[in-house]
């Protein structure tokens, strides 16, 4: 057994001011990722719309409203309600409302290796590129035609 206060776990919010708290890491999770997000208004939950091709997502709101956009339009989701994203389903939350959102996401597997964007290839027009962590920020792949793309 693990236990952590949310307080005590440094905000890590991957280059941007979010209020995200990892929590994987102190709990000692191996096969189930957790984050607490505390968004002001117009801050995002990620940077935009992206899908994890090998990690379905959950998305928990315990205070606000989130707004999350789809590949088939947006949806709304308040306080007490909870959404899913099955691997390969894009999709970019954030909070459009003036109040403030404080949400759990949760991901399984742990830790999500394939991270794809929707933007066609130019050179073989497939439909998404991979994001690769990069040392500034994420560089582009096809995953189809192994294309570098500019980010």
């Known amino acids: 057994m693990e236990k952590v206060s949310i307080g005590d776990v440094e905000p890590n919010a991957l280059g941007s001011d979010v209020d995200r708290r990892g929590l ?5 999770t191996t ?51 909870a959404i899913r994203f099955a691997p390969g389903e894009f999709q970019s939350g954030r909070n459009d409302s003036d109040g403030e959102v404080v949400a759990f996401a949760m991901g399984a597997p742990r830790d999500s290796e394939d991270v794809r964007l929707p ?30 793309l500019d980010g």
């Open 31 to 81: 096969d189930f990722a957790i984050n607490r997000y505390r968004l002001d208004p117009g801050e995002r939950f990620s940077g935009g719309m992206h899908a994890h091709m090998d990690q379905e997502e959950v998305f928990v709101i315990v205070e606000g409203e989130a707004t999350f956009e789809t590949m088939d339009g947006e949806v709304t989701v308040g306080e007490a309600e």
């Open 24 to 28: 994987s890491g102190p709990l000692g």
């Open 119 to 148: 933007r066609s290839c130019p050179e073989c027009s497939h439909d998404n590129v991979r994001a690769i962590p990069g040392e500034d920020g994420f560089d582009l792949q096809c995953p189809d035609c192994g294309a570098e």
